[in-house]
């Protein structure tokens, strides 16, 4: 199945354009310039012929090919998944610009619906690749160092190989996917088509979120009890969709043979379960010293006998609410990339200028941020809903890491240039350090250093502390699921276990904060995708503290990590900055960052 972009960073946003300047939108002709294009017919017409012709002349013959012969077979389907992805990339662009237009979405059902009638037939080649010995396969890769080179994607193949199906029922499952994306479509539209009112005025999701980052507190309470009656009223159509989508998972893991409900995230992020646990453990374990404490400060600053869920991101009194322009967001960041090393400006350039980036909010337009790497031989495409508040230049500074990520794996080719989760997130949250950093520097202020280093560490506990409680909550869901249907209210019952454990003593919970797990993408498009920002923010977190030290030549080994894309491990990666993620102790290394600017905060307070 060909996978479409998603929203995947739980920012807040809202409404309006005119306030923040000349907002760049998408200019998609780098894919294609219409659903009429005759260059989509003319791929579409080569997929379908390709996707038949590759079948026919490697289905069960792949245990009979030698060394050039195999090389082949992988550029040829190396070259299908181009295609297809150039051409769901389109789409799913498309789709996300404007969910709630019809005729967007029926495109691209029939565009993702034609794609997988054509690629069933290709199912056999990962089956097959699965059923020849280690021994035949490693005297292939010796032979060639061009096939060699693909060693990384076979062995993430083959981590399968324990849980592959017959070759009927793959297929199968391959066919019945697209049914399985009609839920994520209903969430998507759902969400998106939801209708909220605050003060008279009507808003669609990001509007009504943006408000729980208003300066007066009773918008921002009207703006959760908003959400909470929404949510409420449209509640039994989350519950079905997590319902579904928690079933429908239960089966195949069940037929795979999967342990736990987390494996096959666990596979397809190449990283061991163990890491996972530890990375969790520490998290969980640093609560009290991380949320627990900085939620206390802030209750004090806000002047609260206790804190409602409507305060957690609500600014600081001392805070200036003057708005970011987007030119003035575009020069932040663009400085401190530069400053870190021109390679990585000249590398972001072009997204400003060049129709790679939408950045306004729009109705229909899908929620949140993220960073859609296409495919190889064209650039990604980068989307916000930007705001003019400093967390949406954090947020630029983050999708903006992800496009170079990207630009600069794409030489790797399309079956090695993604990374796994948890490693996709490592430019995204250095370039949101770097702009951060170079931010305090220019800081004239005590106050303005206090107010920076309050946001900074407000990220980092969502991106951190947030993400490992909702990975908690999907553990528990996934694990409860298994023991039959689950209402709307167990479902709500298992959000609050995790939310009182993590945000911790200084919060009250208001009636309906229950249901606040319904918009949450993650949950929907890519169950437990959400520990890689955890893992990914302790990554950065302690290769951050290599690069402060001032190691010689920290630029030139970071860029080589981001041009491997990849094609190499966690462990093999991370070793030239004398890192190891599978060391317990290097995750309390990154969490100790969080808490340094947390006693820094105290010491302010003197």
């Not at 520490?282 to 404490?293: D, F, I, Q, T």
């Not at 409602?308 to 990339?337: F, G, T």
């Not at 240039?417 to 520097?441: C, Q, Y």
Request: glycine share 8%.
């Amino acid at each position: 199945m060909f996978q479409l972009p998603y929203p995947v960073r739980d920012a807040n946003a809202g409404a309006g354009i005119s306030p923040f300047g000349n907002l760049p939108e998408w200019n998609l002709d780098d894919l294609y310039t219409g659903e009429n294009a005759p260059e989509l017919k003319r791929d579409l017409d080569w997929l379908e012929e390709a996707c038949r012709s590759f079948a026919a002349d490697y289905e069960g013959m792949l245990a009979d090919l030698d060394a050039a012969g195999f090389l082949d077979c992988v550029l040829r389907n190396e070259k299908i998944t181009q295609i297809a992805g150039r051409i769901m990339s389109f789409a799913g662009l498309r789709y996300y610009q404007l969910t709630t237009d019809a005729g967007r979405a029926k495109f691209m059902s029939d565009m993702q619906e034609s794609i997988t009638n054509f690629t069933t037939p290709l199912v056999f080649f990962t089956l097959e690749l699965n059923r020849l010995e280690d021994d035949h396969l490693s005297k292939l890769l010796a032979q060639n160092a061009d096939l060699a080179r693909y060693k990384p994607v076979f062995d993430r193949i083959r981590a399968m190989k324990d849980h592959q199906l017959s070759d009927e029922l793959e297929k199968f499952l391959h066919d019945l996917g697209v049914v399985g994306d009609a839920w994520e479509r209903l969430f998507d539209e759902t969400i998106a088509g939801l209708e909220f009112e605050v003060d008279g005025e009507p808003l669609n999701i990001e509007g009504v979120l943006n408000l729980l980052t208003d300066p007066g507190r009773e918008i921002r309470e009207a703006a959760a009890r908003e959400l909470a009656d929404v949510f409420q009223s449209n509640i039994k159509t989350f519950a079905r969709v997590h319902n579904t989508q928690a079933k429908e998972k239960e089966v195949i893991d069940r037929w795979r043979g999967m342990p736990t409900p987390q494996t096959g995230r666990h596979l397809s992020n190449d990283v061991e379960p163990e890491v996972v646990e530890a990375l969790r453990n520490a998290v969980v374990n640093a609560y009290p010293k991380l949320s627990h404490r900085y939620y206390e400060l802030k209750r004090k600053w806000l002047g609260l006998d206790v804190m409602q869920v409507w305060d957690r991101n609500a600014p600081l009194p001392m805070e200036d609410p003057k708005i970011v322009d987007w030119d003035r967001a575009q020069s932040m960041v663009m400085d401190a990339y530069n400053a870190f090393d021109p390679r990585m400006g000249e590398i972001a350039a072009p997204f400003f200028t060049n129709g790679w980036i939408d950045a306004g909010v729009k109705p229909g337009k899908a929620p949140g941020a993220f960073a859609h790497p296409t495919v190889t031989n064209v650039h990604p495409y980068v989307m916000l809903n930007y705001l003019g508040k400093p967390r949406d230049v954090m947020t630029l500074a983050h999708e903006l890491g992800h496009g170079v990520h990207q630009v600069l794996a794409a030489g790797q080719g399309e079956m090695l240039s993604s990374t796994p989760l948890t490693l996709a997130e490592t430019a995204s949250v250095f370039g949101e350090m770097l702009t951060f950093r170079k931010m305090l520097d220019n800081a004239k202020t005590k106050t303005e250093r206090k107010v920076l280093l309050a946001g900074k560490v407000e990220d980092m506990i969502n991106t951190v502390v947030r993400q490992i409680a909702f990975y908690d909550f999907e553990c528990k869901l996934h694990d409860a699921r298994r023991g039959g249907e689950l209402t709307p209210d167990d479902i709500n019952a298992l959000w609050m276990s995790v939310q009182a454990e993590s945000l911790g003593p200084a919060f009250e919970f208001m009636d309906g904060y229950e249901t606040f797990w319904a918009y949450i993408p993650h949950f929907v498009h890519s169950p437990f995708y959400v520990y890689a920002y955890a893992f990914g923010d302790g990554l950065v977190n302690a290769l951050y503290a290599v690069y402060a030290e001032g190691k010689p030549g920290f630029e030139d080994k970071y860029f080589d990590m981001l041009k491997a894309g990849g094609s190499k491990h966690h462990k093999e990666l991370l070793a030239p900055f004398g890192l190891d993620a599978s060391d317990p102790a290097f995750w309390d290394k990154g969490l100790s960052m969080i808490s340094g600017f947390i006693d820094e905060l105290e010491a302010m307070e003197d």
